[in-house]
């Protein structure tokens, strides 16, 4: 497999953002009450991943070799004016979705998966084209896991459960087996 | 836990903040953090930290450590600057206030417990992204006087730092037979590598949350008045 493609699999699947490498865990738990919600901000932290990929890429070339020490707080700067104008954006051009979103729009610049990839990114030294595919990758991931625990989330409503698993306790068990899933797929990863 | 009066809402505020808490003795600031509103079994705030960093006692007693440290600083810079921070950019504000002090744990850490440090990766700077953070800062220490701004971060960091030890003690008992590296199963014990494995982070979690939500329904059908 071209390096690429390894980038793209290994973090849509095998190296989850939200299942295996636990980032992004309070949308993960606060949006995944009805499908519809749940893929739509998917998406939207897509575009907020690739653009912030793109910008940690720029500052870390031309930017942060002369202050590493500033890395968490040029990361942070950036991702919190970037989801800015995208909810700016978003609310121009796209008012229906902007009132479906909420509040969880604005929270898309404390989910650590944004802040993550950029670390990440960072740490593994990958290029513009490698953090671009990579982003894409954990974007895509992020909302393959979003829209699975969703549609899970939405039988369990109508399922009998012992009163005690009624809130967050069995959702976490469930969100173990399925993390478990993409564990599995850890064996394709052997020969690299 | 014993449970403390709750303080009546229609006590008059001390100061004219609008959604300011409600006045209430330090001690109350502090152990709401502990028990009733606790960050990780109550309010689920924190999760990714909470998860990832627990396969090790070592690592979730440092990482919660950590995150009191940043907790207690950022809400005091927060109270003494709440009212020169405009309203429109406070957000900004109080983010750019944590990842400072969020910069300074990391650099404190790696300083003095390297292993430690590397083993916590990335998910040291990460605290900046952590939403009990932001939530306490909006929430309470924008509002409030510095001291109690301190106490209340002392109450949520302890709170989070007990839940992360409890969680990494169940994990690394189980997954690895060791306590802080030092085996106390004995060699008979055969490990149950699925605990210190991400999906044992949910599995573990769970179960706190299944224990806690049971101790608290016992407690609530034995006095049903509160």
Known sequence: MSNLAWIFVS???????????FLGLCSFFGVTAKVETAWRLGLANTFVLLLTAVSAWFLNKYVLTHAPFLRTVAFIVVIASGVQIVEMAVKKHFPVLFRQLGIYLPLITTNCAILGLALFQTSRHYNLIEA???ALGAGLGLTLALSLMASIRERLELAEVPAVARRMGLVLIVASSLSMAFMGFAGMGSGQ | MTALPVSSAAAPTAELVPGAPPPAPLIQDLWRGISRENPVVIQMLGMCPTMAVTNLVANGIAMGLATT??????????SLFRRHIANEVRITSYILIIATFVTLADMILAATFPVISKA?????????????????????AAKVKVTRALVDGLGMGLGFTLSLTVLSTLRELLGRGTLLGQPV?????EPWVFMVLPPGGFFALGLLLLAVTWVRGRRARRSPAR
């Open chain 1, 11 to 21: 973090t849509l699947i095998i190296n989850n953002f939200t299942l295996v490498m």
């Open chain 2, 120 to 140: 916590l990766g990335p998910f040291m700077p990460l605290i900046v992204a952590n939403c009990l953070l932001l939530g306490r800062a909006e929430a309470f």
């Open chain 1, 132 to 134: 671009v595919v990579f």
């Open chain 2, 185 to 189: 199963l004995g060699a008979g014990y």
């Open chain 2, 69 to 78: 440290f940043v907790l207690v600083g950022s809400g005091i810079f927060v």
